[in-house]
């Protein structure tokens, strides 16, 4: 999986694990970096091995795979310290992702759909077209059920097709609690976070109604008053958009060595060719992510350099 992983990450790959282990394989998780506490639930996460925790076994892990599934990511790069290790490794190396631009030549198999909702919707339909639909348990079901619940936002982005009702009605005919993972993943913070939430949206968040975008920069000193973990900054890209005629929502994070961005759109507005354009990174239409060694005070002037120059696409949306 990609690092930092989100929910769909974690959930996708576990997803995969449990429906391959069930044919006698050994699989192991890893993960590039460390993740969200609120992902812990997730049955089997006890067990997910985090690269820059773990990196001597990894490395023989992985050095010694027959196969190696490679899971909501659509470049190596995105794999951090795992990137030479993954590389050179010489078991195959299965590509199941959504995001655009793929890295093509490093996988040996694999699906890239940009179509799909989430790469755990991905999962579900490999384990279907398989002919081993009777294989889904509930570990593989609540695992995937929050990986597709979380890329779609509740099942309120755009992505959410008659698709990925089917698939969440199917998991439910199975026996699925969908409220104990909702509970799991959104009812389960600190109160430094909310807290941390409050601050943010009062003395960091800074509009642009002009060009219909919002701009979110937490500096360094903000993550280290509240306390902020892992996954303690998820989702607050998307508040900018809640307010009505704002088309672009960015948020930048100072996280020491670099910073971290993350951009989202509505409507016909590409976050993928904006990332990429000006901030190194790329991802989906209407959500994608970017980074920068540049100071958080560079970053900003880059954003508001950036918007200008798309002013004849932001400032003409119609709502």
Same mark, same amino acid.
């Given at each position: 999986? /990609?690092q930092k &992983? ?7 790959t576990l997803g995969l694990?449990h ?5 006698g394989h050994?699989?192991t998780?890893?993960s &590039? $970096?460390?993740?969200a506490?609120?992902?812990?639930w997730? &049955?089997?996460?006890?067990?997910? +091995? ?6 001597v076994? *990894?490395n023989? %892990?992985?050095?010694?795979a027959?196969?190696i599934?490679c899971l909501d990511?659509?470049?190596?790069a !995105? ?6 290790s993954l #590389? @050179? ?8 992702d959504?995001h655009?631009? &793929?890295?093509t030549?490093?996988f040996?198999?694999g699906?890239s759909?940009?179509s799909k909702s989430?790469t755990a919707?991905m999962?579900?339909d490999f384990?279907?077209?398989s002919?081993q639909?009777?294989?889904? @348990? ?6 995937l059920?929050a990986g597709v619940?979380t890329d779609?936002?509740s099942?309120r ?6 698709? =990925? /009702? /089917? %698939?969440v009605g199917?998991?439910?005919? !199975?026996?699925?609690? /969908?409220n104990?993972?909702?509970?799991? %993943?959104?009812d389960?913070?600190?109160e430094n976070r909310?807290?941390?939430i409050?601050?943010?949206?009062? @003395?960091r ?6 060009y @219909?975008?919002? +701009?979110?920069?937490?500096p360094?000193?903000?993550l280290i008053?509240?306390d902020?973990? $892992?996954g ?8 900018p %958009?809640s307010?009505e005629?704002?088309? #672009?929502?960015?948020?930048v994070?100072d !996280?020491g060595e670099e !910073?971290?961005?993350?951009f ?7 976050v993928n060719?904006?990332a990429r ?5 790329g991802?989906?239409?209407n959500?994608?992510g970017?980074? *920068?060694?540049?100071? +958080?005070?560079? =970053?900003v ?7 200008a120059e798309n002013k004849d696409q932001l *400032? $003409?949306y119609?709502?």
């Amino acid at each position: 999986m /990609h690092q930092k &992983p989100d929910g769909d990450a974690m959930g996708s790959t576990l997803g995969l694990y449990h429906f391959l282990i069930q044919f006698g394989h050994e699989v192991t998780v890893i993960s &590039p $970096t460390n993740w969200a506490s609120f992902l812990n639930w997730m &049955p089997g996460c006890k067990t997910v +091995l985090d690269f820059e925790r773990d990196t001597v076994k *990894s490395n023989s %892990l992985i050095e010694n795979a027959d196969w190696i599934f490679c899971l909501d990511f659509n470049t190596m790069a !995105r794999t951090k310290r795992m990137e030479d290790s993954l #590389l @050179n490794a010489k078991g195959a190396k299965i590509l199941i992702d959504h995001h655009q631009e &793929p890295q093509t030549e490093v996988f040996q198999f694999g699906c890239s759909d940009t179509s799909k909702s989430s790469t755990a919707e991905m999962v579900y339909d490999f384990i279907i077209s398989s002919g081993q639909g009777e294989k889904i @348990n509930d570990d593989i079901a609540q695992c995937l059920y929050a990986g597709v619940m979380t890329d779609t936002g509740s099942f309120r982005f755009p992505s959410t097709s008659s698709s =990925v /009702h /089917h %698939l969440v009605g199917d998991l439910l005919a !199975r026996g699925l609690k /969908h409220n104990v993972i909702h509970e799991a %993943l959104y009812d389960n913070f600190s109160e430094n976070r909310l807290r941390f939430i409050g601050n943010v949206l009062q @003395n960091r968040m800074e509009m642009f109604y002009e060009y @219909n975008a919002a +701009l979110i920069a937490i500096p360094k000193e903000d993550l280290i008053k509240y306390d902020i973990k $892992t996954g303690d900054t998820e989702g607050l890209v998307n508040y900018p %958009l809640s307010i009505e005629g704002i088309k #672009l929502a960015a948020i930048v994070i100072d !996280r020491g060595e670099e !910073r971290k961005c993350s951009f989202r759109s509505k409507g016909s507005f590409d976050v993928n060719t904006f990332a990429r354009k000006y901030f190194e990174g790329g991802g989906h239409f209407n959500a994608a992510g970017g980074q *920068s060694k540049e100071s +958080l005070e560079g =970053v900003v002037a880059k954003f508001k350099k950036a918007i200008a120059e798309n002013k004849d696409q932001l *400032s $003409t949306y119609q709502f």
